[in-house]
C-alpha cells in the first residue's frame, strides 16, 4: 500500500485503531501475569512469569492455580476457558501486529504466515478497517475483564481476610461459573 492509495486520515483513523487495540492487548497480558503472579507458589515461580508471551504466560498461570489448594475445581474449569479465549484473542491481535498491510481485491489486508496445517495457502488474511480493529478492540477488553473477575475471586479466596480492608474494592456481582461438566 503507497500513500497514494489511502488517504491521510483514513491512514490516521487506522493508526489509532491499531493503537488502541494494540493497548487493549498489553492489559490482557498484564492482567494474565498479574493473575499468574498471585496463584504462583512463591517468588520465584511469579518472577517466571515476565517476558513470557501470552501462550506460556497463560500456560504457567493455569499450572500455577492447578497447584493452589484454595482453587477448586470450578474456579480452575472457569480459568482454563477464560485463558483458552485469551489465545484465540490475542492470535487474533498477532495477525494484525505481526501482518504485513497490502492491498488486496480492493481492500486493505493483514497477511502473515500461520502454517498449512493451521491455514488453507500457509497465510492467515485479515481485513484492516477501523471497524475491523475496534471489535477486535472490544473483544480483548472483555478478554481483560473476564481475566480480572477471575483474579478477584482467586483473591478473595487465597486471602478473605483482606477482602473488606481493600479500599475501592469492589462487590462481585458477576454471575457466578458453571459448575465443570463431569
Request: aromatic share 6%; proline share 4%; with cysteine.
Amino acid at each position: 500500500m503507497d500513500d497514494d492509495e489511502m488517504a491521510e486520515a483514513d491512514r490516521t483513523a487506522l493508526e489509532a485503531a491499531l493503537g488502541r487495540m494494540v493497548y487493549m492487548a498489553a492489559t490482557v497480558e498484564m492482567v494474565v501475569e498479574i493473575t499468574g503472579s498471585l496463584s504462583a507458589l512463591n517468588e520465584a515461580r511469579a518472577e517466571a512469569l515476565m517476558g513470557k508471551t501470552i501462550g506460556s504466560l497463560a500456560d504457567l498461570t493455569l499450572k500455577y492455580a492447578r497447584e493452589a489448594s484454595y482453587l477448586d475445581a470450578t474456579m480452575l474449569a472457569a480459568l482454563e476457558s477464560i485463558l483458552a479465549d485469551v489465545k484465540v484473542g490475542m492470535d487474533n491481535r498477532n495477525a494484525y501486529v505481526h501482518g504485513a498491510w497490502a492491498m488486496k481485491d480492493g481492500g486493505l489486508v493483514a497477511m502473515n504466515s500461520k502454517g498449512f496445517t493451521k491455514v488453507p495457502g500457509g497465510f492467515r488474511i485479515k481485513p484492516v478497517s477501523v471497524e475491523h480493529l475496534d471489535l477486535l478492540t472490544a473483544d480483548l477488553e472483555t478478554l481483560r475483564e473476564r481475566v480480572l473477575v477471575w483474579c478477584n475471586r482467586a483473591f478473595a479466596l487465597k486471602r478473605p481476610d483482606l477482602v473488606d480492608k481493600i479500599e475501592g474494592l469492589e462487590p462481585d456481582n458477576a454471575p457466578p461459573y458453571p459448575a465443570p461438566a463431569t
